[in-house]
């Protein structure tokens, strides 16, 4: 038996994604889930409200990071650099979490329903981070606007680190940062008229 919840949690998060590897989502149950972490039904639904969560546990923690970063940012930052600083300093979670994240993004990846709830996850995410930009000052159009594109970018960087990890998560927030610096210049020195 685990000596902790924490334990407890991290075997029914590894046995959950290795059945949903084998067997996919939909055709994997929680008492299978408990059953190869080597727990009960009882104790998955102690740490887990069901078998989505598995996958997206950690999410409050990194909003909860990621508001801090935007309230802790320095002063004098537009939106999109306090934007990054804040991921900057929240990367660390990824990070740290690598071994989870690529497997958890191939199973979301190959569920629809899953999908669907990422998608929720990220609206979420990027509303707190609004949130957090018009409480440090950005008027709530451009606050709003900077958070969903500002986590569009984190997201895409994220995926270009699970799929190439021979360059950090920074380096790949700090492309993607570019990438969108340089694709906002080019649609604002383009021509209006195409």
């Not at 979670?93 to 996850?121: C, S, W, Y």
């Not at 570019?178 to 195409?194: H, Q």
């Amino acid at each position: 038996m685990p000596r902790s919840g924490a334990e407890a949690r991290r075997r029914l998060q590894q046995a959950a994604l290795e059945l949903y590897r084998e067997r996919g989502f939909d055709r994997t149950t929680t008492a299978e889930i408990a059953a190869r972490a080597g727990l009960t039904e009882r104790t998955f639904f102690r740490h887990f409200p069901d078998k989505r969560e598995v996958l997206f546990d950690g999410e409050a923690d990194l909003r909860a990071a990621l508001t801090q970063a935007i309230a802790a940012a320095p002063d004098g930052l537009q939106p999109l650099d306090l934007l990054l600083h804040a991921f900057r300093e929240v990367e660390h979670l990824l990070e740290d979490n690598r071994p989870f994240a690529e497997p958890r993004l191939r199973v979301i990846a190959a569920t629809p329903a899953l999908r669907e709830r990422d998608l929720a996850k990220a609206a979420s995410i990027a509303e707190a981070a609004a949130q957090a930009l018009r409480r440090r000052g950005v008027p709530a159009r451009p606050a709003g606007l900077a958070a969903h594109v500002g986590w569009a970018t984190f997201h895409q960087a994220a995926q270009a680190w699970i799929d190439d990890s021979s360059q950090s998560l920074d380096a790949h927030l700090l492309q993607a940062f570019a990438d969108l610096r340089a694709l906002c210049l080019t649609a604002l020195t383009g021509d209006p008229g195409r």
